[in-house]
């Protein structure tokens, strides 16, 4: 009788964790939080903070055209800085490759995202940047096609308008998409991550609307991490 009664107590609490679970996730992006903790929608502050016993810098907001010199500034103005830590929904992605190659610049500094926070789209690249990179487990990498699905909506209106231009403006729109495809995947290589990372995933969300669900995001599980070298230190 007693153990009939824990199992059930185990079953019903086990049905709740579930259904929390499901709650927190994105449906039409199951691998990532519905609510993802990607910080401020404001220009990127730079915060340093001690945390743990280590010196690090806190990155959190947008990324703007003006990162790359800011962030330059903090790591060079404070020689006792650790880590940089990211939770950001990206930004100027131009400004995010930038940004990376002035974290590599530096490479005694490692860049982390910590438990509970997200680094998205431009993030990616700043985060990237880093000789040695951790995810903390339950810390997001999010990635998505920032390119050519940013302006889908921009094709659909002129479609909608019957504009005769459409086809002219879808050209033009992946002929910067294929630029910016050529600048990324150079700059995986410079940072020592594998290129598969634009092919198997992010490109993949433009391709298919979604791996893995229905929207434009897609979190890296620890596994894929390792997998495409986007994190190179284990947190674990």
Known sequence: M?????SAIALAAFVLLAGASDAA????????PAEPDWGPATAMTLT????GGK???LAEGVIDPFLPDRLHDAIAGDEDIEEVWFRSRG????????????????????????????CF?????VFMGGRGRIVDPGGHFMVHMFTFTGQRRVIEES????????????????????????????FLIRMGVSRDLLTEVM???????????????????????RKYNVMNVSAD
Do not use: H
């Open 121 to 125: 789209s431009a993030c990616n690249f």
């Open 2 to 6: 007693m153990r009939a009664r824990r």
């Open 25 to 32: 996730r994105d449906p039409d992006n199951p691998t990532c």
């Open 48 to 51: 340093p903070a001690e945390r």
């Open 55 to 57: 010196r690090v810098l």
């Open 203 to 225: 490109y993949r969300q433009l391709a298919t609307g979604g791996k893995g669900g229905n929207g434009e995001r897609y979190c890296l599980s620890r596994d894929e991490a």
């Open 91 to 118: 930004g100027d992605a131009e400004a995010g490759n930038a940004a990376g190659r002035v974290v590599r610049s530096f490479p005694g500094v490692l860049t982390r995202i910590p438990s509970g926070w997200t």
């Open 159 to 186: 479609v909608e308008k019957g504009a005769e231009d459409t086809t002219e403006l879808i050209g033009e729109i992946e002929q910067l998409s294929a630029l910016l495809a050529s600048e990324d995947n150079d």
